[in-house]
């Protein structure tokens, strides 16, 4: 069984900055790609930014130049730096890990006031 970890999620004034971390735990072999989803209230879930193993990244067109992801393999663990952030930004994040299937953390609430 895979358990997901979030945290550094809270409430930040529009133009700052937060950092989410999330650590994978249980049984893994190997960790195919790690990222962020988000999903803002009356709105689908949406990718917001992936890390493969090998370290390639992608990033939803909304945060391309203020959002940054990096994994650290040996920790089994992914990092969103967010930056210049946005009042439409505001969401609850989803980390999620694709080993054999796809694992969710449970949500981590990002507000970002106006």
């Known amino acids: 069984q895979v358990q997901l970890v979030e945290s550094g999620g809270g409430l930040v004034q529009a133009g700052g900055s937060l950092r989410l971390s999330c650590a994978a735990s249980g049984t893994i072999f190997s960790i195919l790609v790690m990222g962020w989803y988000r999903q803002a209230p009356g709105k689908q879930r949406e990718l917001v930014a992936a890390?493969?193993?090998?370290?390639?990244?992608n990033y939803a067109d909304s945060v391309k130049g203020r959002f940054t992801i990096s994994g650290d393999n040996a920790k089994n663990a992914v990092y969103l730096q967010m930056s210049s952030l946005k009042p439409e930004d505001t969401a609850v994040y989803y980390c999620?890990?694709?080993?054999?299937?796809?694992?969710w953390g449970q949500g981590t609430q990002v507000t970002v006031s106006s």
């Open positions: 890390v493969t193993r090998g370290g390639s990244t």
């Open positions: 999620y890990a694709d080993i054999f299937s796809r694992h």
